[in-house]
């Protein structure tokens, strides 16, 4: 979709973050998320889109994406993606591609 390596995207992630969770802000041990994953989607949906910089507690904590208390956070994130995908003019099956095979909203 956008050309770029799996290295490139992830080095645009971090500028665009500025070390920063991009869902609540904190600095603690921010690391990479793909919202799409499973099954070998995680890298063939990989865009700078479905890449976020999320701290530890939204990506692992009780609550967070990884998380066994809530999902929450997951289905907005991918429906957050969704939208995007939606602005940048994708639809139908190309969007259900780019989403790992599913619509979310």
């Given amino acids: 979709m956008d050309g770029l390596t799996s290295k490139e995207r ?3 992630v971090e500028e665009r973050s500025q070390g920063l969770c991009e869902n609540c802000g904190s ?5 990479h998320h793909h ?8 890298r ?15 990506h692992h904590g009780d609550y ?5 208390k809530d999902r929450s956070l997951d289905l ?15 639809k139908g099956k190309e969007l259900q591609y780019w989403l790992g095979g599913r619509f979310y909203l």
């Fill in 10 to 12: 992830h080095q645009i």
């Fill in 76 to 90: 907005k994130l991918k429906q957050n993606l969704q939208r995007k995908y939606e602005e940048l003019g994708l």
């Fill in 64 to 68: 967070g994406v990884e998380g066994n």
């Fill in 44 to 58: 063939q949906c990989e865009t700078i889109y479905s890449l976020i910089a999320l701290c530890w507690d939204c």
């Fill in 35 to 42: 919202i799409i994953g499973g099954n070998g989607k995680r």
């Fill in 27 to 31: 600095n603690y041990m921010v690391q």
